[in-house]
């Protein structure tokens, strides 16, 4: 994280609790308030990419302790997939849950194919009917 967004929310949170009483209820205001700041971006210093996501109602982006940027909900976490170029070559539901799987995000099968199907309505995902080995199933791939 850059020094200069760091400081300035310290600043905005020692801003916050300002006018509280000194003591442990002030210092746990100031960490709560703290920590959103530093893994909820607001909208006006957001990246465009965290507001198109805010704005498709993808989750908030949380920044982890090696600042890197997971997505919250399962059709924003299916799109990180994506931004790793997971769907250059085409996988099935299960390929994906594998996929999410090795990342921490473990979601059951059935799960996946309503927010599959929402991503390929937004045109976001790409899917196909593919016979292999006498059996019909979808594949999903980018568009």
Do not use: C
């Amino acid at each position: 994280m850059k020094d200069k967004s760091l400081l300035d929310a310290r600043r905005r949170a020692e801003e916050a609790v300002r006018d509280m009483q000194e003591g442990p209820l002030k210092i746990a205001a100031f960490q709560t308030i703290l920590n959103n700041l530093l893994t909820r971006p607001d909208a006006s210093t957001a990246p465009a990419s965290a507001k198109r996501r805010k704005a498709e109602g993808q989750g908030p982006i949380l920044e982890g302790a090696a600042t890197r940027r997971v997505r919250a909900s399962l059709p924003a976490r299916i799109l990180t997939l994506k931004d790793e170029d997971y769907f250059k070559e085409q996988r099935t539901l299960p390929q994906v849950r594998e996929g999410l799987g090795a990342r921490g995000w473990h979601y059951p099968i059935t799960a996946l194919s309503g927010a599959m199907q929402g991503l390929v309505r937004k045109r976001e995902l790409r899917r196909e009917r593919v016979s292999s080995g006498g059996k019909k199933t979808w594949k999903y791939s980018n568009p």
